[in-house]
């Protein structure tokens, strides 16, 4: 059985030490120079530090020590989060080539790889078990720096992507304590205690973001946590579970490298029209933009939970769920059919309808 309050009390730690020592990193920071400035494709109008994520890795690594696990995997783990944080806060300084960021992420993966933390088989209705042999490694880095990257690519918007974060996190948490996964709680319940302290500090209006060294940070421990947990489980469609979770950063990712691949444009170059910025522009306030993206991840997280104990019915239901929201999700931010919401349109009408009736 799960020690409850041991779990709660490493949860206090993570979150009040990454809330104090945001405020150190910040005055550090700001000392060095690692400050976000405003440009045409940022929302933000003023100088704000960056370097955040160092109080969320500190938070987190404090927590874990005083729940004090032991794993086999985790010694890489950790090692290839402290490569992450180093690559992120170079990058927060001195802003460097993206080559140079995905050299970090690379060996961080190699070291999960070392380590035996390897995507080796996903489970498929009628197929079964489907052993992904010498294609297991590709796989692993493509997971590791994929979900790495949707992290950092939806980290735009004050306190989006430590939110994201966290909803996936607790998600996976609630699978962690039902399968009764020791080292993925551990993981999830530290991360997530780390990103709400320093979510006080990062909300609408931010007074510091995470930067790359947050960013990256949190994407790397999702995939490393989603291997030593969702990627175990032999239920059917298992591979999807975190493909669910993370459901939001993924499509913004893919539908990223789609626009940029149309226009020519390289698929590592930033721009302004990741999912948050369109949401802004289709005349949502930059805290309503956050809360919708809120709603849609939890709403994800809870299809996630539901499908890890489903039936293949029940599966493929929720899975045609996950479609329709994504769809509803695509048509807020203006992607689909010329920008007309016609589901959106739709939804809202029935609701005013469902109101006037129980007045």
Known sequence: MFNYVDLFIAFLIAAVSSWLITYPVKMFATKIGAMDKPESRKIHKKTTPRLGGLAIFFGALLGMLYLQPHHGELPEILVGAIVIVLTGAIDDKFTIKPIAKLTGQLLAASLLINAGLIIERITLPIFGVVELEFFSVFITILWVV?????INLIDGLDGLAT?????AMTSIFIMAIIDYQVIV????????GANLGFLYHNFYPAKIYMGDTGSNLLGYMIAAISMLGLFKNITFFSFIIPVIILAVPIFDTLVAMVRRAYNKESIMAADNKHIHYQLIEAGYSHRKTVLIIYTFSALFGLLGIFFSNASLSVSLIITLFVVFLLHIFAELAGLVMGGKRPVVSLLRKI????QKRSR
């Open 351 to 354: 609701l005013r309808k469902i």
């Open 146 to 150: 994929g979900i790495t990257n949707a």
């Open 185 to 192: 709680a551990f993981l999830c319940i530290t991360l997530i």
């Open 163 to 167: 939110g994201v974060t966290t909803i």
